[in-house]
């Protein structure tokens, strides 16, 4: 295999269009018959509605139309399942209720859709929502979700009898049975919070419906172009082929706009249908707060078996999940924390159940860690239980229950994962990764040099070291169109959606090596549906994987047709002909050769005729579908200190070793983790919705939501990687999306404990924040000594 | 939201009952620009104009008088909705004679908020119901100083 430019630290194709600011996002979308929409949100959680009153807001001059549920006729009506429930999992519950476009009775959670208004301009449109006059009845709302499952719980959704949405219970072994048989059972409630997505860039949508050609054009910020096409489609009753959907430059994702049929979509796409012009909207940001997804509460109830010498025997986790007022994403979430829980570690008997529980919440989607991040943080967080009641340090105990580096892969784990198939951690070398990051954070140094003479100065500083897996790249699949043209120039299309990922480059730097030309040669199209038809979305961290290995499995096809074409052309075989530098040459008579430019243009001639049974042109498409997910794991180590004062942290040090098999961009894969990692740290310290009793949102704004700023990262952030190429796919690459956010939580947590070294102070919950921290330490000072946790 | 205190008058508990239940002049001490209009001898109707923090905006707000105990206690419940969300409170108000033809007025009270009043002026709710009604009692106790 060619590996000219695999692996280089290539600088990004697209970044001189977004450094100069001539990207396109969202905002620069215009049509000069454009209107512009707005929406009047619920303010209650939880209420039955009387009545709409819109006369007022008509009567505004620019005004062009207002909506309620009335007008959609027909087209009101729920939306589909975006990801059934794991129906082959025995014993399984499975209550779903999805959105609905626009309210007609009742209000499942602040910051539904009640009325759209169409006009001139957003500030027309805005003015017109506050005369809107709405009558409605404030009903109950369901808030917490241990009360939700209580009898006497007001119901989310009264006709289901019920607050459950899913229940899943698996088992790996007899967790009752060896119980019986450990040292030691040590059993621990955790409470883990997890927030919005926090995109720079919020929702954007506009729908253009043209009459006579009976073209829908939209533009979105989606992750899933082709989902997006596809559902509108069948909403409206239009063909696919007459839906084209375009993504500009995005400004994050991160989890949410992977979501599709949401209500905004739906209603824009109607009213473009209606009045036969563009309409547009932009997300603003108190409404991403209150009417897009977020991630949400898991509250767990574990038990952790084990015998003195700190080997696991098993684990057992049962927990409930927030997940919101409608669940069209099902269990994708709680399944992945089935998944990611005993991660790395060699424990025999493993019980997971969760509940997933309704809400008067806005409804949960994935976000970068997607339910992997509670599994880790309960794994990681135990384990540090059994170090302490052992007395042993914490990555001891991680290191004797570490699966060895010579275990049989691939490893069954017998946990039905968020594809519907069986996790299956595909390869690795656990114990070396403990082992780098122990080296790069100066473990031992530190624990037994370092640590005791700060200690002395009367400085809180810690250690932490936690590991992770992360299972990436899952099916179904993605597929490619690469085209050599006339001028030499590669086109790479693909339906995927692309967000900063640096997807212009990684996939230019596969083709090119197979097409063998310069990677800026290879123009790489994304997120449009009129280029390449099919594939499903970005989300998983599935891109390098799954499209990576689609490219280069298109780009074989091209290569042979290349080949094919230059071997007729110059009458010489193929294995005497080399591809490179943008030109196919003959072997040993450099003089010999043609412009790939050259070679297109003659494979699809203009006269004459071209070999039958052939197809014209350089031009292949070509598909990958993984059997199951690539594992791919790592670990985080930091030194932190706590100040005495403020209870803010500064790292010392901090470290980060992933494993995603092969590289393909050493700088891009950097620039994923750091960005993660900051997704992490807010995940930590700083980011959570806070909801009143009455499930209102109280912090709904960026002045009381808080996203880490610079000066809350680790100045330096060491990387160190280890490359266990993928058994599953022929270029042997892993994701690495979201690896940076997973482990961070019981990293601080640990390394919290460790720098204040109180043996009453055990951290359950996150996120935590300053005041949280003050008041757990001032709670263990007046512990009793022996009292652990 | 729990809202508790207290506020001394400097008159005997009857005037300044007869000032709390005196319709045209509760209405003034509702802070912000007010059309409260009373409806009967116990209920205001109009709309009240509010600031808070970032937010602001015209309320369609609703003030009932209840479970009167005069001159020794009764039960304030506002209601207002509007585009920047909406806002319930209940307060009970108990008035105790104290010497020198003082009167102490203490209350509890409930404010329930929500929309962009609670999810974006959240953090500034807890100081600004406090100054409102430290502004309200004052107006009261101009009267009651008129009345001595």
Avoid at chain 1, 485 to 509: E, P, W
Avoid at chain 2, 56 to 64: Q, W
Wanted: charged share 20%; hydrophobic share 40%; glycine share 10%.
């Amino acid at each position: 295999m060619e590996k000219k430019f695999l692996g280089q630290r290539i600088k990004r194709n697209e970044d001189p269009r977004i450094l100069t600011g001539r990207a396109k996002y969202m905002a620069d979308i215009t049509y000069h018959n454009m209107l512009h929409a707005a929406f009047l949100r619920s303010d209650y959680p939880h209420a039955k509605l009387n009545s709409v009153d819109i006369s007022a807001a008509l009567e505004i001059p620019g005004v062009i139309a207002v909506y309620t549920a009335e007008d959609l006729g027909d087209l009101w009506h729920p939306g589909p399942v975006l990801v059934p429930a794991p129906h082959s999992i025995p014993g399984i519950k499975a209550n779903s209720r999805t959105q609905i476009p626009i309210v007609k009775d009742i209000i499942h959670h602040q910051g539904e859709v009640i009325a759209m208004v169409v006009a001139e301009n957003r500030y027309i449109a805005e003015d017109a929502l506050a005369v809107i006059i709405v009558d409605s009845d404030p009903l109950p709302a369901v808030e917490n979700i241990e009360d939700a499952l209580k009898p006497d719980s007001p119901l989310v959704h009264e006709e289901l009898g019920t607050n459950l949405a899913t229940y899943v219970r698996q088992e790996r072994g007899n967790f009752a049975e060896i119980k019986t048989k450990a040292d030691y059972v040590l059993q621990q409630r955790f409470v883990m919070d997890r927030g919005g997505a926090g995109a720079m860039e919020n929702r954007g949508f506009c729908a253009n419906w043209e009459e006579d050609s009976q073209q829908l054009t939209i533009h979105c910020n989606t992750q899933s172009p082709s989902g997006l096409r596809n559902s509108m489609a069948a909403w409206f009753g239009i063909p696919e082929q007459r839906v084209r959907v375009v993504v500009p430059f995005v400004g994050g994702a991160f989890g949410p706009k992977v979501m599709t049929n949401q209500p905004e979509e739906v209603l824009c796409t109607f009213a473009s249908i209606k009045l036969n012009r563009p309409i547009k909207w932009l997300e603003d940001r108190s409404e991403n707060f209150i009417g897009t997804t977020a991630e949400r509460m898991q509250v767990h109830d574990c038990e952790i078996t084990f015998n003195k010498d700190g080997k696991v025997l098993g684990i057992r986790d049962s927990f409930l999940y927030d997940t919101g007022a409608f669940n069209p994403y099902t269990a994708t979430i709680p399944l992945n924390t089935q998944t990611h829980t005993t991660g790395l570690y060699n424990i025999p008997v493993f019980l997971t159940e969760f509940t997933s529980v309704f809400t008067n919440k806005m409804i949960v989607s994935p976000v970068r860690g997607a339910g992997r991040t509670y599994g880790v943080f309960v794994m990681e967080r135990m384990l540090d239980m059994v170090a302490r009641q052992l007395d042993q340090d914490p990555t001891y105990i991680r290191e004797i229950n570490l699966i060895p580096a010579d275990a049989k892969f691939p490893l069954e784990t017998g946990i039905i994962a968020q594809d519907f198939a069986q996790f299956v951690l595909d390869s690795g070398n656990y114990p070396a990764v403990l082992k780098k990051a122990k080296d790069m954070i100066g473990y031992d140094d530190f624990k037994k040099n370092i640590q005791p003479k700060l200690r002395a100065e009367g400085k809180f500083i810690g250690i932490g070291l936690v590991l992770f897996t992360e299972n990436t790249g899952v099916g179904p699949y993605e597929g490619a169109k690469i085209t050599v043209g006339n001028s030499g120039k590669v086109f790479a299309s693909s339906i995927y959606g692309t967000q900063g990922q640096g997807h212009f480059t990684v996939f230019a730097q596969i083709v090119a090596d197979q097409i063998g030309c310069r990677v800026e040669d290879v123009i790489v199209e994304t997120g449009d549906t009129d280029k390449f038809a099919w594939g499903t979305g970005t989300f998983a961290s599935r891109g390098a994987t799954v499209l990576g290995n689609a490219y280069h499995h298109t780009a074989k096809l091209v290569r042979a047709k290349i080949l094919a074409t230059a071997s007729r052309l110059f009458n010489v075989p193929e294995d005497e002909l080399e591809l490179g530098d943008g030109v196919v040459r003959i072997a040993d008579v450099p003089e010999k050769f043609i412009k790939m430019g050259d070679l297109a243009t003659k494979a699809n001639p203009m006269r004459g005729t071209i070999k039958p049974g052939t197809e014209p042109g350089l031009e292949a498409t070509g598909f990958y579908a993984p059997p199951y997910g690539a594992t791919a794991y790592g670990a985080a180590a930091a030194i932190l200190e706590v100040d005495p004062i403020s209870f803010n942290i500064k790292f010392h040090k901090f470290v980060f070793v992933d494993d995603c098999g092969t590289v393909i961009n050493p700088m891009i894969l950097d620039g994923q983790l750091h960005g993660g990692i900051q997704m992490g740290i807010g995940n930590s310290y700083f980011e959570k919705l806070v909801y009143d009793e009455n499930a209102q949102l109280l912090n709904g704004s960026l002045m009381d939501y808080l996203i880490p700023r610079a000066t809350d990262m680790p100045s330096k952030m060491e990387i160190g990687h280890l490359n266990t190429p993928s058994p599953l796919n022929p270029l042997g690459i892993k994701g690495v999306g979201e690896s940076g956010t997973i482990p961070i939580p019981p990293l601080y947590c640990q390394a919290i404990e460790d720098a204040f070294n109180l043996p009453g102070l055990f951290i359950s919950e996150v996120p935590l924040s300053p005041s949280v921290v003050y008041q757990l330490v001032e709670n263990a000072k007046s512990k009793k000594q022996g009292e652990l946790l | 939201m729990k809202i508790e205190g207290v506020f001394t008058f400097n008159g005997p508990r009857p005037v300044v009952w007869s000032v709390l239940r005196d319709v045209n002049i509760l209405a003034t001490a509702i802070p912000g620009e007010t059309t409260l209009k009373p409806i009967s001898d116990n209920e205001y109707e109009g709309t009240i104009k509010l600031k808070i923090g970032p937010v602001s905006g015209l309320f369609a707000g609703k003030l009932t008088v209840a479970d009167e105990v005069p001159p020794e206690s009764c039960t304030l419940i506002i209601e207002g909705k509007g585009g920047a969300g909406f806002a319930k409170g209940t307060g009970h108000i108990q008035l105790i004679e104290l010497p020198d033809n003082k009167t102490q007025l203490k209350y509890i009270g409930d404010l329930g908020i929500g929309g962009k009043l609670a999810s974006v002026g959240q953090r500034m709710i807890d100081s600004v119901a406090k100054s409102m009604i430290k502004g309200g009692f004052e107006k009261l106790e101009k009267e009651v100083a008129n009345r001595l």
